[in-house]
């Protein structure tokens, strides 16, 4: 299979995310050329993430250059070859055929913006699409329309062996691409996370069940299963719909299959035995769950509720109820804290937070 002669780095979405903003962040204070990096192809299995890798790309080059970064989000599957052309038409005097220029090259050519080209889902793509694909990756033209020069490309898809709807990559363009391939990570699943709101329940299960994750296989012929994407949809109907599992049971079921639903549902009765996590925000509880299912809800909770609930009290009566969980799972809440940007100047003043923090070796500087 032609990915497997191509792939020949695996990353994590985070550390994609790492590489690739660091490389795009230094050419642009250099004031190099965009173009004179390579575009990139993102190879992984359905759900693992490609798609949200762009997103954390575009908000780390923005946050590091103070730059307004744009992404258009091209799904080539949808595309004709003639679309990525534009449409023909006469000149005024009836004499040559012109291309009317498709929307997808109507970008922001400001030196105060960067745009993100992300052609999305082109191992699906036609071979003649595909093949369209190859002045934009090395050229960063198609016909007579050009990219603007503040324009990054990124392309995505899945693999052949995924058993999706793929096909072989040509060798000509596979030797213009940068190739990466994205591996499932529960942990830096975990902190985007926390910092993404994901439902408690969701959380807390896969931080008990980290291997519960990505349960993605493409020998099986279900349509349903578990993967990051999926999880967040089912995130998004627990926080949007209900939190009650039983009653939205067949729409969870129908997002990460049967079995994975299941054991979700089982996993909500835990929080019915747990203190209220708004009584331990106000200071009213020091009740402590035993078994590690109760301290891991526990730990989720915390770690949610604290998004929205934030004064300083809160913060405070949450820290000192957590340094008094065991060592593990005062850790997990407070790392998950430190996800969230709006209170790391209240964790600062706390001094058995600050405590911690110094004796895990990490710094400030980091979280900035």
């Not at 990139?40 to 103070?66: E, F, Y």
């Amino acid at each position: 299979m032609i990915e497997n002669q191509i792939l020949s780095l695996t990353l994590t979405v985070a550390q994609t995310v790492r590489q690739l903003s660091n490389a795009y962040v230094s050419l642009i204070k250099k004031e190099r050329p965009l173009k004179r990096f390579p575009s990139v192809m993102l190879w992984g299995p359905p759900g693992v993430g490609k798609s949200q890798a762009i997103r954390q790309i575009a908000d780390q080059i923005a946050n590091k250059t103070g730059k307004q970064v744009n992404v258009t989000d091209v799904r080539l599957l949808l595309f004709n070859p003639v679309d990525l052309r534009g449409i023909p038409t006469s000149n005024a005097d009836k004499t040559l055929a012109i291309w009317l220029k498709p929307q997808i090259f109507q970008m922001n050519p400001s030196e105060e913006v960067i745009n993100i080209l992300f052609l999305d889902e082109i191992s699906a793509a036609p071979q003649s699409v595909q093949a369209a694909a190859y002045q934009i990756t090395l050229d960063r033209t198609v016909g007579e329309h050009k990219l603007p020069d503040n324009c990054i490309v990124i392309a995505a898809g899945n693999r052949v062996t995924d058993r999706s709807v793929a096909f072989n990559m040509p060798k000509a363009l596979a030797n213009r691409l940068c190739h990466i391939e994205i591996a499932t990570d529960s942990y830096s699943w975990h902190n985007w996370a926390v910092k993404a709101g994901i439902n408690r329940l969701v959380l807390g299960y896969l931080s008990k069940n980290p291997s519960k994750l990505m349960q993605f296989d493409p020998q099986t012929d279900g349509q349903s299963f578990a993967t990051p994407r999926s999880w967040e949809m089912v995130s998004n109907i627990l926080n949007d719909v209900s939190e009650n599992v039983v009653a939205v049971f067949p729409l969870i079921a129908g997002c990460i299959g049967e079995e994975a639903a299941y054991e979700l549902r089982s996993w909500s009765e835990i929080y019915s035995h747990i203190p209220e996590i708004s009584e331990i925000f106000d200071g009213y509880t020091d009740e402590r769950p035993v078994m590690p299912e109760g301290l891991y809800a526990v730990a989720a909770g915390i770690s949610t509720y604290a998004r929205t609930h934030h004064s300083r009290d809160e913060i405070e009566n949450a820290l000192n109820y957590a340094a008094n969980l065991p060592a593990e799972f005062k850790s997990m809440i407070f790392t998950d804290l430190l996800e969230i940007s709006e209170i790391r100047k209240q964790l600062q003043l706390n001094w058995t937070f600050n405590d911690w923090f110094e004796r895990s070796g990490r710094r400030w500087d980091d979280y900035e």
